[in-house]
């Protein structure tokens, strides 16, 4: 067994544990950079040697990027690292028995987590799709803003006691916001022009019905990260459940029935990029179109086939994916089952 390493991360400030099955040790805190890393590097390792193991395996949650120094710099060490999901560690730690919630007590339940799941390590990233998920991360947050701003400029405009002042500066703020959004534009191509790997998979992914310019750049953010987080070993299932796009019953006895519906627990802009995918891809003769009328004419509503549709083109396209050859329509109808 390795040493277990929980990970408490913050804005500044580390808290870590290790532990194993005879061990379960605070380490000091450290800031959260690079000479932080280094310090908790070195303990760990002290802390390794003295109990006998030669493996440190890293057991950290997401907490909105602050992890992501730590996380690579772990892996630069050959260290194993976990991302944990932060609803399967407050799971774990209520089963547990543990009530308080402090920096230190997340830090022992993270590797006390690791001690008794013995989670499966992750693989890096692929350095391209991390630096194009960034790229689509912050062209989200500047299409927020500019719609924004475009909703205040419209609602300034028909007030007629909007000072010229106030329409003025937003008038600058949306060009400015216009001017960052073409230049993220003209990033993420430059990437691609450059990055043959993330050429090819894009070229590859083109061909599944519904996927176009939108929803291909999510595909290869979504696809690179999922198979990151299961070390290549994820099935097509895992990634619709990934997505949020599984099927969700709900039912107790004879009285307690709700209409089905998927669970939503993954990626919002993923699976509204697939939907508009799926009413894009409906037009015209092909497999998908195929599959929608097939849904129609089983009587399922038209809103629910799209939600299908959106599963099946995610799932056609991991395929091509995971095999790196373009999508066959032949393969993909008409034996596939239709969803209940």
Known sequence: ???????????????????????????????????????????ATVMAKEQGESMIHLIIEPTGGYERGLVDYAFSLGWSVTIVNPFYVR?????????????????????????????????????????????????????????????????????PRTPVAVLRSIERTIGMLEEEEAALNEAIKGLLSRSQLL??????????????????????????????????????????????????????????????????????????????????????RNPLRTFYDRLIQRGKAKKLALVACSRKILIWAWAVFSSGQPFDPQRALPNSPIPS
């Not at 339940?109 to 690791?114: E, K, N, S, T, V």
């Not at 997505?243 to 709900?250: A, E, I, N, S, W």
Request: aromatic share 6%; with cysteine.
């Open 199 to 284: 050429a090819n998979i894009e070229r590859l992914l083109r061909t599944v019905p519904g996927v176009g310019r939108q929803v291909v750049l999510r595909l290869l953010t979504l696809f690179y990260r999922f198979q990151a987080l299961t070390a290549g070993k994820g099935t097509a299932a895992e990634l619709v459940a990934f997505l949020g796009l599984d099927p969700q019953p709900y039912e107790s006895g004879r009285s307690v029935r709700h209409r089905p519906t998927i669970s939503r627990m993954g990626d919002k802009a993923g699976r509204a990029d697939l939907y508009m995918g799926a009413l894009g891809g409906l037009r015209g």
């Open 1 to 43: 067994m390795p040493l277990y390493l929980g990970v408490d991360v913050a804005k500044e400030t580390l808290d870590a544990v290790g532990a194993s099955a005879t061990l379960e040790q605070p380490l000091p805190t450290c800031s959260n950079q690079v000479r932080g890393w280094k310090a908790l590097a070195r303990k």
């Open 91 to 159: 799971r774990f730690i209520q089963g547990q028995g543990q009530r308080g919630k402090t920096d230190s007590i997340d830090a022992l339940m993270l590797a006390r987590y690791g001690v008794q799941q013995q989670p499966e390590s992750q693989w890096q990233m692929v350095e391209d799709a991390q630096e194009l998920q960034g790229l689509l991360s912050r062209q989200d947050d500047v299409k927020k803003l500019l719609r924004a701003e475009r909703n205040r400029r419209m609602q300034a405009r028909q007030n």
